[in-house]
């Protein structure tokens, strides 16, 4: 791999970096030293500039080689998606807020896990900040973006500091582009608006996602399968398999492995980036063949859980309004509600911490409780080290879940294990 001495004393030439993305250094006979980039892109090579040395130093190249082969690796053009950024960039009068916001998102939109961020991107400043979008970004002050951020701070912390993120980057990208000052970033956390606001931390603390005492999961479940509709399914899957509301929702045919009663989880859909290997309780089976067209073959592909107007993929919002909806039926009919201890409504994510709670009573290990949550464990290196993903321990734990679901089960009782065919 090159180093800055080596760039220093180059002759002319080319000289590869040695990473294995392409990169190489250009001496022209004159001296000077450009970066270029040699990808493939589709069926063909391209050539991509990365700009002059030292005006563009060794690290930086590499950052955005990295990023070219991540845009290729999305099926993104770099060269293409560059020059989009350029054609915002281009339009000097009646340039806006949100005309930097979309010369942020084509620029770092094909780098995203998922398609959807960009239109969560877009629709939280659309949502909180539509007075600004509107204005040219060299005209927005601290006063703007507080006025933004204060309604929301309190009642709204994990989307407030989504909104203060998503500016602080749409601003930034605008003054690379030349349509703000370079200096201080209104929205910026290190600068002054952390003067007008509470640290984000403090806000957050202790602000979790209310959740049902495990002892009212078999009681729950029980109502729940008297709820019609794959929004009950998708969240009865939820509470069997102790996934997050976005895996089950997304889940697919495809993940699924019948035979072996294995959901395997891509990287691209979870949370850390990890595949995930979910082993299925016999319930959990029951439920996916309950779901399988007529004819009783799992398709190749296609969600499990469609919205079954549209055929889409449901929102968190819809298995929300589900949990909302059974527990004012619960409380209408005498009940005491789908409550957390404080009397907060339940959530979907709430779920798991019902399922992590039990593991706790229960006296399962922690360390097979975190890897069935998909929890990151330890230490870099005790996770680099730790390359068992304990699935066969984890498979015991979801069959005693499953029999605690049914209200076969208290901790510290008898854990009969579920026999693989009784789906």
Sequence with gaps: MLTEVQIKAARPGRYSDGRGDGLMLFVSPTGAKKWVQRIKVGARYREIGHGGHPEVGLAEARRRAAEAKLQVAAGVDPIEARRQVQAVKAAPLGRTLK????????????????????????????????????????????????????????????????????????????????????????????????????????????????????????????????????????????????????????????????????????????????????????????????????????????????????GAEFSDAALLALLTRMDAGSTKAGGVGWRDEAGQKATPHGMRSAFRDWCGDAGHPREIAEAALAHAMGSATERAYARSDLFERRRVLMDAWAITCDGAAQPGGNVVQIARGAA
């Design 99 to 310: 005309d930097a916001v979309e010369g942020y998102i084509a620029a770092h939109g094909p780098a995203w896990r998922s398609p959807k961020t960009a239109t969560l991107f877009r629709r939280s400043l659309e949502d909180h900040a539509a007075g600004l979008l509107a204005r040219d970004p060299a005209g927005i002050t601290l006063d703007d973006v507080h006025s933004v951020l204060a309604p929301i701070w309190s009642s709204k912390p994990v989307l407030a500091q989504k909104v203060r993120s998503r500016l602080e980057h749409s601003l930034e990208w605008s003054m690379a582009a030349g349509w703000r000052p370079h200096g201080l970033n209104p929205a910026a956390w290190r600068g002054a608006i952390r003067t007008l606001l509470a640290k984000p931390g403090k806000v957050t603390r202790n602000r979790h996602h209310p959740a049902l005492p495990w002892s009212r999961i078999p009681e729950f479940i029980a109502a729940l399968r008297d709820e019609v509709g794959n929004a009950a399914r998708c969240l009865e899957w939820v509470v069997l398999t102790a996934s997050r509301s976005g895996e089950a929702r997304g889940a697919t045919w495809s993940e699924i492995d019948l035979d072996s009663a294995i959901w395997a989880i891509p990287a691209a859909r979870m949370k850390a980036g990890r595949a995930h290997r979910v082993p299925l309780s016999a319930p959990a089976v029951a439920l996916l063949r309950a779901m399988l067209p007529k004819g009783g073959v799992k398709p190749a592909q296609g969600l499990i859980f469609p919205n079954s107007r549209t």
